[in-house]
C-alpha cells in the first residue's frame, strides 16, 4: 500500500511531506525512491520520535491544524500518507472547533469552498487532512492518500469532493479488491491521488487486477495504470465513484446485457423506512416476556428485523411466531381498558424523560404503518428480502416496500430475492458499516437497479410466483451454498426470462457476487 502511493505521487527528485506521518513508513519509502527531500509532521511525540530515528529526515513534533504548519513545513512538490481515520463526533468539541476554524483558514487563503470544507471538518478528521494537504502542497502538486472508502458513501462525505473540488481535482481512486491493507480496519481503504490547483472532468477509478506490490513495481518501471488495473472512467461527480471502485466487471455486464429491462425500485414500489421506537428496551418485548407479562393481545404486534447476517433467513414471515413483539398503541388508547399494559408502562415511565421520546406524545404512542414485503437495511453473506402473509410491522432495519399499481407482490418479492437484485446490492451498497456489511439507505433502495417485473407475462409471472413459493420457507444460505441449490436456480432461470441475453450470464452473476462477498471481509462458509 505504502509502495503503491509512493509510485503514484511520483516522488523521484521531489520534496515529499507526509502531514500525519506516524513512525515514517511513507517517508522512508519516498526517499528509498529517490525523493530529494523529505518532510513529516505529527501531533503525536513519541511517533515523531520513531520516524525521526526511521529516517534521515526533517521530522517536526505538532499538528497539521496548527496556524503555522505551512510555514513550518515549507515548500512541498507532493504529499503522501494515511491520515487518521476518526469520525468527527469522536473528538473533543475544543479540538473539533479548533480543526474547522484551520481547514476553514484553508480554503479561504486558497479560494475555496470554505462551507464545504467545514461540513468535512465536522464529518471526518481523515476529510479535514484532505484539505489541509491541498492547502499545503505546490499548485499542480499532487496529494496521494490513503482513505477510507466509506468517504465515498455517506451522505455526509458529498461535502467533502465539493470542498476538494474548489482547491483540486480528483485524477484517481485505486482500491485492492482481493487484498485487505489493514487488518484491523473494519472498513474499506483505497488510495486517491488528488492534483492541487487542477479542474477535471474525468476520474480514474481502478481495481488492481495484480497483487499492490507487483502493481507497485510495475508503476515505477514505467506501466500506466491500465497494465495493473481494471480501470474505469467515470465523470466528475463522486456518486459515481464508490460503485465503480467496488462492483465487478459482472454487474456492468449485467447491467448492459439486461438494458431498459433493469429499472429503479422506486419505479415499481414506494420505500419507506421501518419504525424507530425510541427505546427498543421498553417497546420490543420477547414473545416469552410478553407471556410472562401477561400483556393483552390486542396492545401488540409481530415486528419484522432483519439482522444483516441473516438469523432471521428465510423469505417467508410468519406473523405468529416473530421472535419479537412490540408494543404498539394509539395516541387516543384507553389504558383503563389494558391493565396489564398499563401497569407494564407505570415501571417504564422514566423512558419519557429519554431526549428520543421527549417530543412524542403521549410517550408511550408507537405509530405504526405494517406491510407485507421488505428490504433489508444491510447485508452479510446472505441477501433475503421478506414477505409476510399480512401486513406487519418492520423494525428501522428493514424498508417497507408498497408495491405501485400494476405490480404483482409475490413477482416483486421473487426478483428482489433472485440474484440480479443481489449482486446489485452488494456492486452498488455502502461498504461503511465496518466488520464487512453493506448497507442502504431508503434514497438508495429507490434507485436500487432490479428486474422490472411488468415486463413479465401472465407465464412468465406464474413461473417467478412459483418457484419463490418452492423456497419461501427455507433458510436462505450463505451465498456460497445458495448458488447450487436446485430451487434457487429455478427462480433465477424464472427471473431471467424477463430479460433476453440474461439467462447465459447467470453462472458469472453468482462467480462474481460469491467473489465479491468473500473478498468484502472475508466471509467464510460456515461448517457443514
Not at 122 to 143: F, K, M, S, T
Amino acid at each position: 500500500m505504502v509502495e503503491l502511493a509512493l509510485a503514484l505521487a511520483r516522488v523521484a527528485g521531489a520534496r515529499i511531506c507526509d502531514p500525519t506521518c506516524g513512525d515514517g513508513a511513507f517517508l522512508a519509502g519516498a526517499l528509498a525512491a529517490g525523493a530529494r527531500a523529505v518532510v513529516g509532521l505529527d501531533v503525536d511525540p513519541v511517533a515523531a520520535a520513531a520516524a525521526r530515528a526511521r529516517i534521515a529526515g526533517e521530522i517536526l513534533d505538532g499538528d497539521l491544524f496548527a496556524p503555522d504548519s505551512a510555514a513550518r513545513l515549507g515548500p512541498i512538490d507532493a504529499i503522501v500518507g494515511n491520515p487518521p481515520w476518526v469520525k468527527a463526533d469522536r473528538l473533543p468539541l475544543d479540538q473539533r472547533l479548533r480543526i474547522e476554524a484551520a481547514v476553514a483558514a484553508t480554503a479561504r487563503r486558497h479560494g475555496g469552498d470554505v462551507d464545504a470544507a467545514i461540513e468535512a471538518a465536522r464529518y471526518d478528521l481523515a476529510a479535514a487532512c484532505v484539505i489541509q494537504a491541498l492547502g499545503l502542497v505546490r499548485i499542480g502538486g499532487p496529494v496521494v492518500l490513503v482513505l477510507s472508502s466509506a468517504l465515498l458513501d455517506a451522505d455526509a462525505a458529498a461535502p467533502v469532493w465539493r470542498a476538494v473540488a474548489s482547491l483540486g481535482a480528483v485524477r484517481a481512486l485505486i482500491a485492492a479488491p482481493a487484498e485487505r491493507w489493514f487488518a484491523d480496519a473494519a472498513v474499506n481503504a483505497m488510495v486517491a491521488v488528488i492534483e492541487r490547483g487542477a479542474v477535471a472532468d474525468q476520474v480514474a477509478v481502478a481495481r488492481l487486477t495484480t497483487s499492490t506490490e507487483a502493481g507497485a513495481a510495475r508503476l515505477r518501471a514505467g506501466a500506466p495504470l491500465e497494465a495493473i488495473a481494471e480501470v474505469r472512467t467515470t465523470g466528475a461527480d463522486p456518486q459515481a465513484w464508490g460503485p465503480a471502485l467496488r462492483a465487478p466487471s459482472a454487474w456492468f455486464e449485467l447491467a448492459a446485457a439486461a438494458g431498459p429491462a433493469l429499472v429503479p425500485l422506486g419505479e415499481l414500489a414506494a420505500i419507506r423506512r421501518g419504525v424507530t421506537t425510541g427505546a427498543n428496551d421498553v417497546f420490543y418485548l420477547s414473545r416469552a416476556r410478553a407471556r410472562e407479562l401477561d400483556l393483552e393481545a390486542i396492545a401488540l404486534s409481530p415486528v419484522v428485523r432483519s439482522p444483516y447476517n441473516g438469523s432471521e433467513a428465510q423469505i417467508a414471515i410468519d406473523p405468529l411466531s416473530t421472535p419479537i413483539v412490540a408494543l404498539t398503541l394509539a395516541p387516543d388508547a384507553d389504558l383503563a381498558a389494558l391493565p396489564r399494559v398499563a401497569a407494564y408502562l407505570a415501571t417504564h415511565a422514566a423512558a419519557a424523560e429519554r431526549p428520543s421520546l421527549r417530543a412524542r406524545q403521549p410517550w408511550w404512542s408507537l405509530p405504526t404503518r405494517p406491510a407485507r414485503l421488505f428490504l433489508a437495511k444491510a447485508y452479510g453473506p446472505r441477501f433475503v428480502q421478506r414477505l409476510a402473509p399480512r401486513p406487519v410491522l418492520g423494525d428501522q432495519r428493514v424498508y417497507a416496500i408498497e408495491p405501485r399499481p400494476g405490480v404483482d407482490l409475490d413477482a416483486l418479492t421473487g426478483a428482489l430475492n433472485g440474484v440480479v437484485t443481489a449482486l446489485a446490492l452488494e456492486a452498488l451498497g455502502r461498504a461503511s458499516m465496518g466488520h464487512g456489511a453493506l448497507e442502504w439507505t431508503v434514497a438508495d433502495a429507490a434507485r436500487l437497479p432490479v428486474l422490472d417485473v411488468r415486463r413479465a407475462d401472465e407465464a412468465q409471472r406464474m413461473a417467478i410466483t412459483a418457484a419463490l413459493h418452492a423456497m419461501i420457507a427455507r433458510p436462505v444460505e450463505h451465498v456460497l451454498r445458495e448458488r447450487a441449490l436446485a430451487d434457487r436456480a429455478a427462480l433465477d432461470a424464472a427471473l431471467g426470462a424477463i430479460a433476453p441475453g440474461l439467462a447465459p450470464r447467470l453462472p458469472a452473476i453468482w462467480e462474481a457476487l460469491c467473489a465479491s462477498v468473500a473478498q468484502r471481509d472475508r466471509w467464510k462458509l460456515p461448517a457443514a
